[in-house]
């Protein structure tokens, strides 16, 4: 535990496990020059719908010689390229087990044996939390989906499944992981909210940006959920799978208030499945600077306030399944299976 948690503590200030010489050895074992190592990461990265980085060789020789630190679009996209992890690399240090967890080998044949221990490896993840939660049940539902996408249909009853977590914890990559694999629609708060709260908010005196004050939390997050919600009950009442995502942070606390939208899913023979997105201060951090969007600002600005408001040991008060994504763990993980099932998705 004592590890774990220096390891957790260490991102973003000592880099703790960092070991640059490995960036190296990885090049040339696969036979290429800086020049090559950054034309292939371009390629990996825009295969795989990320952020393409610049990747020129002086700054790939800065990476190696331990002069500059990777970026996360960086991190994501070497381990792409080199079909490694984070630990494997020496950017950091592992979480327990994680370096030994996940070994995918890469095939031409879609539809192999590969393909499905590669998914069911990326479903193990999620971890149930509390006496109900039942992983193997929603685990086996997006298995089966995904491998019955292109072939009639899903016989399993409709799911509702909420991913939530802090900014930057990476509810959103993961909500949209759980969709590729299942085709199932993904309802994101802030792209399906932003720009009528922006104009309310703007209505009312206040700051288009503003997710902070008690305006913002007393008269608009209510009406930006309402939203959202909104447009899950119309999918539930046509029973339609669905991953819906946003923070939940009141919503997960409060069990009456899940017990009534649970009672309205079933109502219309709808399961729903709580799945909450464990992450550090740090890594939370990196990836919110990274992204750089304006409803950010205040709490890059004032991090500490911030940090100040929230629990990293919060877990919702209703059985769920938990997704560690400390040091960005988990969606390292989902980059890899993109990667060795990219023919499915």
Known sequence: MANLEEAVGDVGKVRAGWRPERLRE??????????GAGERLREVAGAAGLTVP???FQTLWQHEQ??????????RAYCLLYRATEPEL??????PGEETRMQLTPSSEPHNGA???????????????????????????ILDAWKRRHTGGDPNRPTLVMVGGYAGSGKSEFARFLSQLTGWPVLDKDPITRPLVERLLIALGSDPNDRHTALYRE??????????????YA???????????????????????????????????????PIWIQC??????????????????????????????IDPDMRPAVPHLAVDNRLGAAISLTDQVRQVAGTVF
């Not at 331990?66 to 991190?75: A, I, N």
């Not at 942070?249 to 309205?264: H, K, L, P, Y």
């Open 54 to 56: 610049a990747a020129n």
């Open 90 to 95: 020496g950017f950091r240090r592992g979480l």
């Open 66 to 75: 331990g002069e500059v630190f990777p970026g996360p679009h960086y991190r």
């Open 235 to 273: 999918n539930v009442d046509c029973s339609i799978s669905t991953v819906l995502t946003a923070p939940f942070i009141t919503e997960f606390a409060d069990v009456r208030w899940m017990q009534r939208f649970v009672n309205r899913c079933e109502a219309r023979s709808v399961s729903v499945s």
């Open 280 to 309: 550090d201060i740090d890594t939370m951090h990196e990836y919110i600077s990274f992204r750089s969007a304006a409803r950010d600002s205040w709490k890059l600005q004032h991090w500490d306030d911030y940090v100040a408001t």
């Open 219 to 232: 008269q608009v997050r209510p009406l930006e959920y309402q939203c959202l919600l909104e447009a899950a």
């Open 26 to 35: 990885q090049r040339e074992a696969h036979g290429l020059t800086l020049e």
């Open 115 to 141: 393909h499905v221990l590669a998914v069911e490896r990326a479903l193990l993840q999620m971890a149930p939390v509390g006496g109900d939660a039942d992983g193997t049940k929603l685990q086996q539902r």
